[in-house]
């Protein structure tokens, strides 16, 4: 393999592409409900606005992947995917420098949407292009603070759906902090398996994440918790005067009990990133059932 093929293959391990679902289902749902409340959406605000996710999502792994490395938090125990700064495979320099490559493109499919959608999309997107590096750099960083999975809720969830559905009909609308509620819950269970996978090597290198802070007793109530509470604000759709959509939840009633079973069952270690992919199904299942019965309903 020529030193080309090698960089290529580790800016691609860097990106973390199984992470990228987070970043792509709040603009998908958030498109489908803006379609559903309005009966109209437009294709190009909605590719400039998962562009958007995504790049901030690339550039918020390539600075985790420098920072830890540099705070020594990724260690021979780790017992998830390889970190291309801790393995040598990239240098922190240019590690850190590819993240502000995809931060920089995100802020330009920024400027299409805050052209579309004036000041409030801008309100969105500082704190969000921040918070790329602040989540685990700066002089506050959310994921060594225990805060990781409120981050997700928010801004992966609450904040993204709402504002995927203000750029398609330029008005805030409750049914879409309903959605970004179960969007953010499923997504924080990816980061709640994570920091349960990897709580021994994280507490000997100081990152208190919830699963050091509370144990790994409460760690795996904490995972029941969300996918349970995602599944019961599916019934905030009857409210809403959409009942069908309730069933957008049907992937949390078979995936989601798998994922539990395993939480409450299986020794904390490698087996759980059979559960980690399995949430990231979790998730992408959850949007195409949603999709498909606003669709038909």
Known sequence: MGIAAEVFRAILLATRPKT???????????????????????????VATVLGAVFIQIATNFFNDAIDSAKGADTDRRIGPKRVTASGMLSRRTVMLW????????????????????????AIGI????LAFGYTGGPFPLAYRGLGELFVVLFFGIVA??????????????EAVLLGLQVGL??????????????????????????????GRAARILIWFEIKAAAILGLGWI??????????????????????????????????????AIAAVQLVAFAGMFHLFALKF
């Open 99 to 122: 993240g502000g490559v995809f931060l920089l493109l995100a802020i330009a499919c920024g400027v299409v949407l805050v052209l579309a959608a004036g000041w409030p999309i801008l």
């Open 20 to 46: 990228l679902p987070a970043a792509v289902v709040p603009v998908w749902v958030g498109c489908v409900l803006a379609w559903k409340l309005s009966g109209n959406w437009s294709p190009k605000l909605a």
């Open 239 to 276: 409210y809403f005067g959409e009942p069908w959509l309730v069933l957008g939840t049907m992937p949390l009633w078979l995936a989601g009990f798998r994922i539990i079973w395993g939480v409450l069952t299986e020794p904390e270690g490698p087996r759980m990133n059979r559960l980690l």
């Open 127 to 130: 704190p969000s292009i921040y």
């Open 186 to 215: 499923l997504s924080a269970v990816l980061i709640s398996i994570n920091n349960l996978r990897d709580r021994e090597e994280d507490a000997s290198t100081g990152k208190l994440t919830l699963a050091v802070r509370w144990g």
């Open 161 to 174: 759906v709402c504002g995927t559905v203000y750029v398609q009909m330029l008005e805030w609308r409750p």
